[in-house]
Each structure stands twice: as structure tokens, then as C-alpha cells.
T-cell receptor, first 115, second 111 residues
Framework: ETGVTQSPTHLIKTRGQQVTLRCSSQ?????VSWYQQALGQGPQFIFQ???????GRGNFPPRFSGLQFPNYSSELNVNALELDDSALYLC??????????????FGDGTRLSIL | QKEVEQDPGPLSVPEGAIVSLNCTYS??????FMWYRQYSRKGPELLMY????GNKEDGRFTAQVDKSSKYISLFIRDSQPSDSATYLC???????????FGTGTSLTVIP
């Protein structure tokens, strides 16, 4: 069974640029959630995709957007990068949305640094 | 006020000690409670998943929920150096799609 994989592992960008982060969900999982984890903080929920549709969003501005593909892999796009966007971005997959009580399995994240 | 509060530590204990990790929360609608372990440069790993009040045991780990006090705990018995990690509590509402995480407690178990 292949776990959740994220790419790239590290990324350096400058303010104002755009970035795309990628996530391959665990085999058989149809739900992907994205989180932002700043240094020394817990993960903050960005949004969730269930069967290619956005299925819940946290308190993040519209410049954070996403996609889920028919194979349930997902992308997180961030436009107009700001210094505060520097963080570890985590992807978690599950076999169903959170209210179905299916456990989430996390990838090891993409560490994004904004200069 | 944050919805979930967790003492960041750091916490340092000798090998074999009993460790107690705690979180408090403000939203009485939370009914599902989780504990995750996060090693450095890794994603969180689910340790315990409990519903409503009560205790749940799994090997050396015991999760405890007290909804009346809005307080949850994770106990680690016979702690090992391999338990050294950051421990995150998380919780959600019954119909919610969002996990609310604490800031994490950094634990070091000294051989």
C-alpha cells in the first residue's frame, strides 16, 4: 500500500510569485485535505477535496486554491506569495470526508520558504 | 482565544517515566478527538482517535476525554527514547470537515 506522497519536498520562492504543490493520495482514498503548518504551530486547515469538488474551506484567502484530479491526486496553488506563506504544507488523504469518521493519513509535507 | 490550547513545552523526561500531555478547548460542539505524533521533518501520524468522553487504551498509550471540563489528555507509560517527538491534539465537530489542531507539545525522552 503506497502512502501519501508530496512533491517537491522543499521549495524557495520570492514574494509575489506563484507556486503549485502536489499530492498523491494513498491508494483507494478519494478525499484530500491540505494544511499549513507554520514553525512551532499546529496544522491549520486550508481546504478539502472530495471526489474532485471542494468540500470545506478554512480561513484562507482566495489566492489559495486547489484541484483534485480523477485519480484523486491533488494540487495546492498559491498566488501572490507573501512572506507569511513560509510554512510546511501538509496533505492528508482519507477514504471519505472527515464526517464519515475515516482517519486521515498525512504526507511528509512540502517546506515552502518565501524570500 | 484559540479554539484549542496546548502547552508547547518542551517537556523532558527520563526513560521509563509516565508522560502526561494535555489540551483544553473552548467549543463544546467538539466530539471527536485525536492525538498525532510528529517526528522532525515528517508528517503527523495518528496515534489515538476517540469519540466523546471516556478513556481509550492502546498499548502504552491512553487517551482520556473529559467533555465537562473541555479537557483531553494523552498518557504514555514506560516512555522510550523513540517517543521523542511533537505530540499534537486535534478535534472536530460531528458534522464538520475541519480538524482543529493544538500547537503541539515537544517531548524528549532521555535514555
Amino acid at each position: 500500500e503506497t502512502g501519501v506522497t508530496q512533491s517537491p519536498t522543499h521549495l524557495i520562492k520570492t514574494r509575489g510569485q506563484q507556486v503549485t504543490l502536489r499530492c498523491s493520495s494513498q491508494s483507494g482514498h478519494n478525499t484530500v485535505s491540505w494544511y499549513q503548518q507554520a514553525l512551532g504551530q499546529g496544522p491549520q486547515f486550508i481546504f478539502q477535496y472530495y471526489r474532485e469538488e471542494e468540500n470545506g474551506r478554512g480561513n484562507f484567502p482566495p489566492r489559495f486554491s486547489g484541484l483534485q484530479f480523477p485519480n484523486y491526486s491533488s494540487e495546492l496553488n498559491v498566488n501572490a506569495l507573501e512572506l507569511d506563506d513560509s510554512a510546511l504544507y501538509l496533505c492528508a488523504s482519507s477514504d471519505g470526508p472527515l464526517y464519515s469518521n475515516q482517519p486521515q493519513h498525512f504526507g511528509d509535507g512540502t517546506r515552502l520558504s518565501i524570500l | 482565544q484559540k479554539e484549542v490550547e496546548q502547552d508547547p513545552g518542551p517537556l523532558s523526561v527520563p526513560e521509563g517515566a509516565i508522560v502526561s500531555l494535555n489540551c483544553t478547548y473552548s467549543n463544546s460542539a467538539f466530539q471527536y478527538f485525536m492525538w498525532y505524533r510528529q517526528y522532525s521533518r515528517k508528517g503527523p501520524e495518528l496515534l489515538m482517535y476517540t469519540y466523546s468522553s471516556g478513556n481509550k487504551e492502546d498499548g502504552r498509550f491512553t487517551a482520556q476525554v473529559d467533555k465537562s471540563s473541555k479537557y483531553i489528555s494523552l498518557f504514555i507509560r514506560d516512555s522510550q527514547p523513540s517517543d521523542s517527538a511533537t505530540y499534537l491534539c486535534a478535534m472536530r465537530r460531528p458534522t464538520g470537515n475541519q480538524f482543529y489542531f493544538g500547537t503541539g507539545t515537544s517531548l524528549t525522552v532521555i535514555p
